[in-house]
């Protein structure tokens, strides 16, 4: 009946085509196109009454708001002011993604590996190019690491280069991952139900049994859409102190 | 009395105790993993399988670019399996994942690189 991985199809909603690409304007643009609204709206219409006590919606804006500067600033100190913007865009774009990916018949962009790859190469590409503009090419002793032999030189510095590239690849392996695998198993257990329910006598009794465990898993995929944010929020902030730090 | 006293005092390093676990992570070598233990070892699976990844990718691109065909690839692979090996060292270790981490040895931090020299030969 259902294949758990049909809901990762991308589906054309304004098919477009320029110059012999095909740039049609799908059901993932419309979920980004979403995502970054919702989170604009959010964080506009919450903090329009700017009151001393906040209500819930404030709260909720001050709280995300809080949370990245807090991760930022301990990450990277003073100087990570002016990457606050970075950080906190990435942090709602992927956090928005996750979480409305939750909303059933929606779409999960940040189940596309083409999508996590992008903002981890952005992600990568800024924090090597923070480096390389701050420490010029001082920045490549980054490869290198104190008190190493000479001999072992050209080894280490192969390794270290591999070790860093691997970096973008992990980081969007991981939130993909994540995603998919969560979604296929609510799918798979969704799936269990109607087609207990659809048989007969006792099987039909049991068709809540897989109800009950995705309704937990509903909750543990909210959790894991938070932490997946998060994650790949202090990574970024981690990647950015290594190029500004250079250990 | 003395009783009372034994109590408080079990209390004491009852506290203490919960205190250490918070500061350490959770990782009191007792061997049980926490939460925060069970997200790194996800995060180490990821970090090895991407660092092999870049290896090979780069071992086919040199054995192309140079027609050292199959040699890149070997070569490549055990650098990506060090690499791999370096990521999960340092993720395990703090150096890398962990917020506002400072190593004890600041001038010294990569130092786990040369431990593993030896998985490439």
Partial sequence: MANPLQQFVIKPLIPLNIGGYDVSFTQSSLWMGLAVISATLLMTLSMRSKSVVPNRWQNVTEMIYEFVAGMVHEALGHEGRKYFAFVFSVFMIVLMGNMLGMIPYSFTF????????????????????????????????????AGLPIFLAPLIILIEIVSYLSRPISLSVRLFANMVAGHTMMKVFAGFSVMMAASSGLGMAGAVLPLLINTALVGLEILIAFIQAYVFAVLTCMYLKDAIELH | MNDKSGELARKIREAQERQRQIVTGGNDGSGEPGKDEKGKALRAGTDLVAALAVGIFLGYWVDRWLDTKPWGVIFFVFVGFAAGFLNIYRSQTGQDYKVGFKPTAPDAPKDGASGEDGKTD
């Fill in chain 1, 110 to 145: 940040t189940s596309h590996i083409v999508v996590t790859g992008t903002l981890a190469l952005m992600v990568f590409l800024t924090a090597t190019l923070v480096g390389i503009f701050r420490h010029g090419l001082h920045f490549f002793t980054l490869f290198l690491p």
